[in-house]
Nanobody, 113 residues
Framework: EVQLVESGGGLVQPGGSLRLSCAAS????????MNWVRQAPGKGLEWVST????????YYAESMKDRFTISRDNAKNTLNLQMNSLKSEDTAVYYC??????WGKGTLVTVSK
């Protein structure tokens, strides 16, 4: 059974940091480019970042490229997202996904005073 389980969300003040993780199982993790996608309250899905199978190339949405860092550990089947300088507009549910077949249930990040 394929599982993607996100963790690390929570409440943080503006300007703060959080590190999200996604534990993958049930498929060959290092065969896949992986992504973070988010959904803010009342809005649609927004692509955040992509990392290719070996981590050599990463891509970010423009508004996040200087604040977020995606990484992966293929030995541990884990995908990570380090988020710094968080803003209220980063409040969303963050999903780990391959964008085709596999999605986690998400972890909620709330940026608020």
């Amino acid at each position: 059974e394929v599982q993607l389980v996100e963790s690390g969300g929570g409440l943080v003040q503006p300007g703060g940091s959080l590190r999200l993780s996604c534990a993958a199982s049930g498929f060959t993790f290092d065969d896949y480019a992986m992504n973070w996608v988010r959904q803010a309250p009342g809005k649609g899905l927004e692509w955040v970042s992509t990392i290719i199978w070996n981590g050599d190339n990463t891509y970010y949405a423009e508004s996040m490229k200087d604040r977020f860092t995606i990484s992966r550990d293929n030995a541990k089947n884990t995908l990570n997202l380090q988020m710094n300088s968080l803003k209220s507009e980063d409040t969303a549910v963050y999903y780990c996904t391959d964008l085709k077949n596999y999605w986690g249930k998400g972890t909620l990040v709330t940026v608020s005073k």
